[in-house]
Every structure is written in structure tokens, then in C-alpha cells.
């Protein structure tokens, strides 16, 4: 069975750090690009962050450009996100998806985890 | 912040067709093929319906349809069921090179 899982959510004071981590199962990880997208409550998914299949080429929207860093480990079947100067607005649920081709992330996502909450409060 | 737009809500009888709308720019809808539909049920991670604009994923219904014309995108559910019931999201590759989202859509089954 195809299986996202991630973990490493929690709060955080703002200006703080978390690192995201998400577990592949059941389908060969290194032939897939990943990504990571988050939905506030109340709100639609927002892309935030895509990774190459082998790895070498990333990507990211705006409003993390400078502050999120996504990386993959294709020996673990691992993908992560560290996040880095958290923000309020950094608030929401984190899903870890899996692409539907190798190089281009945004061609769809056809594989999502459960999703990992990020809370950014004093 | 969204950069596509679309009907806030969208109804219909079990049976019927509706058609969901996705409204962007010449620097996203009208330059790409590159269009994808996510369905979301309450409490649950958005599922991919549509991708590159036309193509469904293997186990989605042929219910669901999706085409482009100029700017816009649409995504059509033919004889709608109560399961159809959730909010749609469409996204599209920008010239910027990153994803941009739609406001998303309400569909209820009457």
C-alpha cells in the first residue's frame, strides 16, 4: 500500500525552528518528486514546497522562499522540510505529498499523508 | 494569498451535471497546461481528481471531467452523487514557477 507519514509537528514560539519529516512506503521514492503543502484552518491547501525525484532540484512559494529548506534522503525513503524564522501565519496543517512524475512537482499529487500540525504562538 | 478564482458554492440534484469554474491570468491558466482538481472532504487530506488539465488519476471516477478555455479552467461532475459532496480546489503552474491555488468551491448535493 502507497503510504505518506509525517511527523515532527508541535508548537513553537515565533522566530523558532521545527524540522518536518515524512516516511514513503510502498512505491519506489526515488522515481517521484515530493512535496510539502499546508492548510490553515479555514483555508484552501497552499503549496509551499517541491523536491526533484533525485533530489537536485528544489523549489518553493514566495512566502517560505528564504525560510523553508525541503531535502530528501532517497536511501531512507525520507523527505523533509526545515522551517526556519516561524511566523504566525506559518500556522497550519503540514501534508507531505507525492508527485505523479519524477521532475515536475506541479503536475498533480496523487499521494497525501494524514498531515502534521504546526502551531506558531507565544 | 489565492491567485485563482472560483464560485464560492456550486449545487446540485442527484443526477445532475455541474461545473466548477477556476479563473486565473495569461501567467498561469492561459499559458499552461497545467492544471490540477483536489477534492477535500471535511477533515481529510485533499485527494487528486484532475491533473494536466484533462487526465484522471487511476481509481477516479469518469464523473469527473476537467477542460481549459483561455484563462480558465472547469471541472465538470456528471450525475452528481451524495459522496460528491466536498470543497474543490484547482491549481495551476505560474510563470513564477511555483503553484498557485484557487479560493476553492462548495459543492452540495441537494
Known amino acids: 500500500e502507497v503510504q505518506l507519514l509525517e511527523s515532527g509537528g508541535g508548537r513553537v514560539q515565533p522566530g523558532g525552528s521545527l524540522r518536518l519529516s515524512c516516511a514513503a512506503s510502498?512505491?519506489?521514492?526515488?522515481?517521484?518528486?515530493m512535496s510539502w503543502v499546508r492548510q490553515a484552518a479555514g483555508k484552501g491547501p497552499e503549496w509551499v514546497s517541491g523536491i526533484s525525484g533525485g533530489g537536485g532540484t528544489t523549489y518553493y512559494a514566495d512566502s517560505v522562499r528564504g525560510r523553508f529548506t525541503i531535502s530528501r534522503d532517497n536511501s531512507k525513503d525520507m523527505v523533509y522540510v526545515q522551517m526556519d524564522s516561524l511566523r504566525a501565519e506559518d500556522t497550519a496543517i503540514y501534508y507531505c505529498?507525492?508527485?505523479?512524475?519524477?521532475?515536475?512537482?506541479?503536475?498533480?499529487?496523487?499521494?497525501w499523508g494524514q498531515g502534521t500540525t504546526v502551531t506558531v504562538s507565544s | 494569498q489565492s491567485a485563482l478564482t472560483q464560485p464560492a458554492s456550486v449545487s446540485g440534484s442527484p443526477g445532475q451535471s455541474i461545473t466548477i469554474s477556476c479563473t486565473g491570468t495569461s501567467r498561469d491558466i492561459g499559458t499552461y497546461n497545467i492544471v490540477s482538481w483536489y477534492q477535500q472532504h471535511p477533515g481529510g487530506a485533499p485527494k487528486l481528481i484532475i491533473y494536466e488539465v484533462t487526465k484522471r488519476p487511476s481509481g477516479i471516477s469518469y464523473r469527473f471531467s476537467g477542460s481549459r478555455s483561455g484563462n480558465t479552467a472547469s471541472l465538470t461532475i456528471s450525475g452528481l452523487q451524495a459522496e460528491d459532496a466536498a470543497d474543490y480546489y484547482c491549481w495551476s503552474y505560474s510563470v513564477s514557477g511555483t503553484l498557485v491555488y484557487g479560493t476553492g468551491t462548495k459543492v452540495t448535493v441537494l
Open positions: 510502498g512505491f519506489t521514492f526515488r522515481s517521484y518528486a
Open positions: 505529498a507525492k508527485g505523479v512524475e519524477s521532475i515536475r512537482y506541479y503536475y498533480g499529487m496523487d499521494v
